[in-house]
């Protein structure tokens, strides 16, 4: 400690103060202009994104700071002896509020395009290069956070549960009650983009990256209006591509990158929680037919469309239940194969049914959250009032499942 560089240490304590703050103001440039792209319009500026992964940010900005607290600490000792933890708590925590935090933010909110324009210039290749570390800290997190998530509930019900279960029973057993147009619209209020978006495994979208003629046959076959656009990765969207202008060029494959381009429009983006109804005034303000469905961070959750919404109004006061679903496939013995990318709103919808529709959007989400597995071998479980038997598993996930209520027993026919 007599030899300590006195200097040097200050300079480099001052440096990681400095780029602490860069880092913050970063994550914050990069929330402001995300809240920003949620009301853009085709005729608006495209607004700068992040070029590297969140995760590595906020994984250095945690280690500049906790050096920060640690040499703070040990020049505070080298000049004030027992009285140096007390003078670096109170220095290094003032420093780092006030350069590291409050005034990056203020900064950030003011120029958030320079801030976020200047952070990927600087640190695009040093992040990428550490995330892979960030990525690790991060999957612990969530892997300690696994026994306080909210769990499936997989046990067989109590006796006391019982009259309960057969009164629900009955009530399903009864046809279910008209609601008022206006009612329906208004319990929209109670549904969130998130619980009706389609996921982003299911999206078919253009990937720019791909040569010319795989994208002219995956629009002959496509049959959708509007396609999202990107690089490698939806979460690099660039564009939404509207077919109709550039399907006259497909037949004859005289169909360009600059003519695909030309019919492209900027993407709309749409926070996950926002309520259906409010989504709805929204898509017809920015006269948009379909949105990207971002999480806080901005990555790129799925999509959701116009006709998503009214399809939802339509079904909370159609008056009948209904099997045209293409995931669901009646056995002769009164149980259903449902396949595992079945929406679980949809099936309840379908089927009258209640399986747990706030968590897993996915039947296949549904059975791994219960089982935290990926079965490997025919599997029964029950959720709730319903059985389940997985019946196969393809690429990591279930793919059908068997399925049947136990209010009755199946009866063969």
Same mark, same amino acid.
């Given at each position: *400690?007599?030899?300590?560089?006195?200097?040097? *240490?200050?300079?480099?304590?001052?440096?990681?103060?400095?780029?602490?703050?860069?880092?913050?103001?970063?994550?914050? =440039?990069?929330?402001?202009?995300?809240?920003?792209?949620?009301?853009?319009?085709?005729?608006?500026?495209?607004?700068?994104?992040?070029?590297?992964?969140?995760?590595?940010?906020?994984?250095?900005?945690?280690?500049?700071?906790?050096?920060?607290?640690?040499?703070?600490?040990?020049?505070?000792?080298?000049?004030?002896?027992?009285?140096?933890?007390?003078?670096?708590?109170?220095?290094?925590?003032?420093? %780092?509020?006030?350069?590291?935090?409050?005034?990056?933010?203020?900064?950030?909110?003011?120029?958030? &395009?320079?801030?976020?324009?200047?952070?990927?210039?600087?640190?695009?290749?040093?992040?990428?290069?550490? !995330?892979?570390?960030?990525?690790?800290?991060?999957?612990?997190?969530?892997?300690?956070?696994?026994?306080?998530?909210? #769990?499936?509930? $997989?046990?067989?019900?109590?006796?006391?549960?019982?009259?309960?279960?057969?009164?629900?029973?009955? &009530?399903? +057993?009864?046809?279910?009650?008209?609601?008022?147009?206006?009612?329906?619209?208004?319990?929209? &209020?109670?549904?969130?983009? @998130?619980?009706? %978006? $389609?996921?982003?495994?299911?999206?078919?979208?253009?990937?720019?990256? +791909?040569?010319?003629?795989?994208?002219?046959?995956?629009?002959?076959?496509?049959?959708?209006?509007?396609?999202?656009?990107?690089?490698?990765?939806? @979460?690099? $969207?660039?564009?939404?591509?509207?077919?109709?202008?550039?399907?006259?060029?497909?037949?004859?494959?005289?169909?360009?990158?600059?003519?695909?381009?030309?019919?492209?429009?900027?993407? !709309?983006?749409?926070?996950?929680?926002?309520?259906?109804?409010?989504?709805? /005034?929204?898509?017809? #303000?920015?006269?948009?037919?379909?949105? *990207?469905?971002?999480?806080? !961070?901005?990555?790129?959750?799925?999509?959701?469309? %116009?006709?998503?919404?009214?399809?939802?109004?339509?079904?909370?006061?159609?008056?009948?239940?209904? /099997?045209?679903?293409?995931?669901?496939?009646?056995?002769?013995?009164?149980?259903?194969?449902?396949?595992?990318?079945?929406?679980?709103?949809?099936? @309840? #919808?379908?089927?009258?049914?209640?399986?747990?529709? +706030?968590?897993? #959007?996915?039947? @296949?989400?549904?059975?791994?959250? =219960?089982?935290?597995?990926?079965?490997?071998?025919?599997?029964?479980?029950?959720?709730?009032? !319903?059985?389940?038997?997985?019946?196969?598993?393809? &690429?990591?996930?279930?793919?059908?499942?068997?399925?049947?209520?136990?209010?009755?027993?199946?009866?063969?026919?």
């Amino acid at each position: *400690m007599d030899n300590l560089p006195l200097g040097p *240490m200050l300079a480099v304590l001052a440096l990681l103060i400095l780029w602490s703050g860069l880092f913050t103001a970063i994550e914050v =440039a990069q929330q402001h202009l995300l809240a920003q792209r949620t009301a853009s319009r085709a005729s608006d500026k495209p607004l700068a994104k992040l070029s590297f992964p969140l995760h590595s940010l906020i994984f250095c900005n945690t280690l500049c700071r906790a050096l920060v607290v640690v040499i703070s600490t040990l020049l505070a000792i080298f000049l004030w002896a027992e009285n140096g933890p007390w003078a670096a708590c109170l220095g290094a925590g003032a420093a %780092l509020l006030v350069l590291a935090d409050f005034l990056p933010r203020i900064l950030a909110n003011r120029h958030p &395009d320079a801030v976020l324009a200047l952070g990927n210039n600087l640190l695009s290749v040093p992040l990428k290069i550490v !995330y892979p570390a960030a990525w690790l800290l991060n999957g612990i997190s969530q892997l300690l956070m696994r026994p306080f998530a909210r #769990k499936v509930s $997989v046990v067989q019900h109590s006796d006391d549960e019982a009259a309960d279960n057969h009164a629900h029973d009955n &009530d399903h +057993d009864q046809p279910p009650v008209r609601l008022h147009p206006v009612s329906g619209i208004h319990a929209l &209020d109670n549904i969130t983009v @998130n619980d009706i %978006l $389609v996921p982003r495994s299911e999206v078919d979208g253009i990937n720019l990256d +791909d040569p010319l003629d795989e994208i002219i046959e995956q629009l002959r076959a496509n049959r959708r209006t509007r396609l999202p656009v990107f690089h490698s990765d939806i @979460n690099q $969207v660039e564009a939404v591509l509207n077919t109709r202008q550039i399907r006259h060029l497909l037949p004859d494959a005289s169909l360009t990158l600059p003519a695909l381009l030309a019919a492209c429009h900027e993407p !709309y983006f749409v926070p996950e929680s926002t309520p259906l109804q409010l989504q709805l /005034l929204n898509f017809h #303000k920015q006269q948009r037919r379909l949105g *990207m469905v971002v999480d806080e !961070y901005g990555e790129v959750l799925g999509i959701v469309t %116009l006709e998503d919404i009214l399809e939802e109004i339509v079904g909370e006061f159609e008056s009948e239940h209904s /099997l045209d679903n293409p995931h669901i496939h009646p056995q002769a013995d009164g149980r259903l194969v449902i396949e595992g990318a079945a929406s679980i709103r949809e099936l @309840n #919808k379908s089927l009258g049914w209640h399986l747990p529709s +706030d968590g897993p #959007k996915t039947l @296949n989400g549904l059975v791994t959250e =219960a089982l935290e597995t990926i079965p490997d071998c025919p599997v029964c479980l029950k959720i709730g009032r !319903y059985r389940l038997e997985i019946l196969e598993t393809e &690429d990591n996930r279930v793919s059908r499942v068997l399925i049947w209520h136990t209010s009755s027993l199946p009866v063969l026919i």
